[in-house]
């Protein structure tokens, strides 16, 4: 079996995120958003907002600043994108919609839309026929929306009839407004042929994602590519061993990782990664924590939901990355009111240079700055890298 180092698995799964490619020189437009997409695969969707909404910014990590509007030009305006659930809720590129439809039809009912169907079976009827009658509508506009149960996941019962009805494909999204979905059946948002075509069975789709996630990893474990678009592992580890025996996965061992690895066999290695990038907690370089330490060394754990005397680093941190290298994290704020982007820490990882990180760093958080229409930066005094950084600043 082949082995790869550390480094080179880090510069495959770099350069097949798109961080091989060089960022436009002039604007940027439809076409490198599509080049970007066609990388990564997908955009994760989030509801916090506490710096830039997180499907924005992978597109900024790779290309720069954009008009965040492009976007919904191409997902809601050119129908080129549909909303559903692939790593986690996510943007995804419309012609894999066949891909999901086995998922759809075979969504189980949680525990609240079972109570729902054996006390009220019509109900679930009603809605979507309300949704047919009026959508694009949301769940403030139907007749009956329900009460919330509670502030944060106490969804109303309208709300929930609507999210069964999304995660069945009956009905899908339209187009977001200041991040509110708005949902309409499904005939009048996907192309008629993607619904109309023949089942493509759940062995056959699942088998597909696990082709498209080790194009968008270059090279990664069984967990890894199972989880980018979240197959469960029962199902995944046949299927691998199907792809390697056809010879469009070669099974390698990567230094210093415990499991085997699998290898795309049209993965680029180059010989360097130059430039740099902040990045959501979503982006799919970091989004699965393990893969990221084994990647990069880099411990990484968001702290959203860790009450602020546990946390460590901040509320939204954000890696840096430099060269090929998770070198610093970054807690980030926008303060739209007072138009500054507030730096509330700035940690460099261990045997880093500050001054080699600081200044990359400023750059490109003037560049963020720039790019979300805020007047300046201000830098808070904590984390072992902030004098520099506001230096360099």
Not at 160 to 179: A, M, P, Q
Not at 310 to 330: C, T
């Amino acid at each position: 079996m082949r082995t790869i180092s550390i480094d080179q698995a880090r510069r495959i799964a770099l350069a097949a995120q798109g961080f091989s490619d060089p960022r436009p020189r002039g604007g940027v437009d439809v076409r490198h958003i599509r080049r970007v997409l066609g990388r990564i695969g997908l955009l994760q969707l989030d509801s916090v907002n506490v710096a830039v909404r997180s499907h924005y910014m992978p597109l900024f990590s790779r290309l720069g600043p954009y008009r965040m509007d492009l976007i919904d030009e191409v997902a809601y305006k050119r129908g080129e994108l549909f909303e559903y659930w692939g790593h986690e809720a996510s943007l995804l590129p419309m012609e894999t919609y066949p891909l999901y439809r086995h998922r759809m039809e075979g969504a189980r009912p949680w525990r609240v839309i079972k109570e729902l169907l054996a006390d009220d079976p019509q109900h679930v009827d009603q809605i979507l026929h309300e949704v047919h009658e009026k959508g694009p509508i949301t769940v403030a506009d139907l007749r009956d929306p329900g009460e919330r149960t509670g502030p944060w996941w106490g969804n109303s019962q309208g709300k929930v009839v609507l999210e069964w009805l999304f995660l069945t494909g009956k009905i899908t999204c339209s187009h977001r407004r200041n991040f509110t979905r708005f949902y309409d059946v499904a005939e009048r948002v996907i192309p008629a042929d993607l619904l109309a075509g023949p089942l493509i069975e759940a062995h056959d789709a699942r088998k597909e994602m696990l082709r498209m996630a080790v194009r968008h990893h270059g090279v990664g474990t069984a967990t890894d590519l199972a989880d980018y678009y979240r197959i469960r592992m029962p199902d995944a580890r046949p299927l691998i061993k199907e792809l390697v025996a056809e010879g469009e996965f070669v099974e390698v061992q990567v230094a210093g990782w415990d499991k085997p690895a699998y290898l795309d066999p049209n993965a680029k290695a180059p010989r360097q990664i130059r430039g740099s990038a902040l990045l959501t907690p979503f982006d799919p370089v970091v989004w699965a924590r393990d893969r990221a330490e084994r990647l990069f060394d880099f411990h990484y754990r968001i702290e959203i939901y860790v009450p602020e005397p546990k946390r460590i680093y901040g509320y939204y941190v954000m890696p840096f990355l430099l060269d090929g290298e998770l070198v610093a994290r970054v807690d980030l704020k926008s303060d739209r009111k007072l138009s500054r982007l507030l730096v509330r820490g700035t940690f460099m990882e261990d045997g880093q240079e500050p001054s080699r990180v600081a200044p990359a760093l400023a750059v490109e958080l003037a560049h963020m700055a720039s790019w979300l229409d805020l007047s300046g930066i201000d830098v808070a005094d904590n984390g072992n890298l902030a004098g520099e950084l506001r230096a360099a600043l």
